[in-house]
């Protein structure tokens, strides 16, 4: 019996060593493929089942949270920073079947989450939903206790970035990263410098309820939404000057800072709910809280959010007052400012709050973040 040659090698058939012809072995292969087809997309639906999918990078909100952010690591830092990068590592993988507590940005990715449960239920095949990613300098090696608490508490975080020691800074443009929390003010200062959105986070000194059918964001408006180009006249020439400037001034909007961003995609995500008349119910609540007088200098605030075609649910103008106490009756997710005082104000009575490293302000407060609450 002559033997074939290697392009026409006999096949076997699954019930012996009878030999198949060259189309009876492409049927079989073909039927294989077919059985590998049905089998990948049961699988595939078994797995959306129970975790969502991720949206496509272009066509999602992506919101990058460092480890530190969204986990308590107050413990491991210190080992970290007491005893060395090996005795962390060590530390953590011992530890890695026992869940991480909930840090400053947790309740607020949680509230991310729940706004895009209700987005796949009126727009099932949109992609248009906030992506979490977790960006962190943390060694591979501890990536399995990430893992493990982030599965413990059912977040859909499937994008991560571990860069091993090194600054994760260079990765936000590449993940089309759209807000950066982190518990490191130098990191943060870094993404703000390369013209991404940021905010350092700090955890609030006593524990308040969240709303849990509602994402909550509250603004500061100058430094924050707004250029720092008010600001300066107050810095530089005082109260009476900047009434009169924002008077001359009220009819040209002023310039976006670095949240603008931010607000403006919260905005088309919340007229996604308005198309399908949820306003009244809309899952996602945007609040001003600037220390700006209305009358003397809150038109052109509202006048500039109108021309940027941009709402705001609520504007609250305090006029100098301090604002923990409006912020603990809105009980916002998320506060962002860019003064410290305001951030410090916040935390002692229980807001989660950002803070946007951004414009003169940081010239005049020379207090620095505290650390323990802050870093990574």
């Known amino acids: 019996m002559s033997s074939a040659s290697s392009d026409e090698a006999p096949s076997s058939s699954a019930c012996g060593n009878i030999p198949l012809s060259p189309e009876q072995a492409r049927a079989v292969s073909a039927g294989a493929e077919q059985d590998w087809a049905a089998a ?48 962390y590592v060590k530390h953590q993988q011992e530890n890695e079947n026992v869940p991480l507590k909930p840090g400053p940005a947790f309740y607020f990715v949680k509230a991310l ?51 091993g020691g090194e600054s994760p800074i260079g990765y936000l443009t590449a993940y089309l990263t ?10 943060v200062q870094e993404a703000i410098e390369a013209g991404i959105a940021s905010a350092t986070m700090f955890t609030a000194n006593k524990d308040v309820p969240y709303c849990d059918k ?23 020439h005082g ?38 008349d949820e306003r009244l119910d809309c899952p996602i609540r945007t609040y001003l809280v600037t220390a700006r007088s209305a009358a003397s200098s809150g038109a052109r605030v509202l006048k500039t959010l109108r021309s940027w075609g941009l709402e705001i649910d609520e504007a609250l103008f305090l006029a100098g007052a301090p604002k923990g106490p409006i912020l603990v009756k809105i009980r916002p997710h998320i506060f962002f400012d860019d003064q410290m005082f305001h951030i410090e104000g916040a935390q002692q009575l229980g807001t989660v709050a950002a803070h946007v490293p951004y414009g003169i302000g940081q010239k005049y407060y020379k207090s620095k973040p505290k650390d323990g609450t802050v870093k990574k």
């Open 40 to 87: 990948k997309a049961f699988y595939d639906n078994l797995v959306s089942a129970k975790r969502p999918r991720p949206p496509k990078p272009q066509n999602a909100i992506t919101v990058a949270v460092s480890s530190r952010a969204l986990f308590d690591m107050v413990k491991e830092r210190k080992i970290y920073e007491e005893e060395g990068v090996e005795t």
């Open 113 to 163: 989450e729940q706004v895009n449960a209700r987005l796949r239920e009126l727009y099932p095949n949109d992609e248009e939903l906030f992506d979490i990613v977790l960006m962190t300098n943390n060694h591979a090696q501890v990536g399995v206790r990430l893992i493990n608490s982030i599965n413990y508490y059912s977040l859909s975080i499937e994008r991560f970035c571990m860069t």
């Open 178 to 187: 759209n807000l950066y929390l982190s518990a490191d003010s130098e990191k």
């Open 214 to 236: 509602q994402l909550r964001v509250a603004f500061d408006g100058d430094a924050v939404l707004f250029s720092d180009e008010s600001e300066q006249i107050v810095k530089e």
């Open 239 to 276: 109260l009476d000057r900047f009434f009169e400037h924002e008077q001359m001034n009220e009819n040209k909007p002023l310039a976006q800072g670095p949240l603008k961003g931010f607000l403006e995609d919260l905005g088309k995500l919340q007229k996604k709910f308005y198309a399908k």
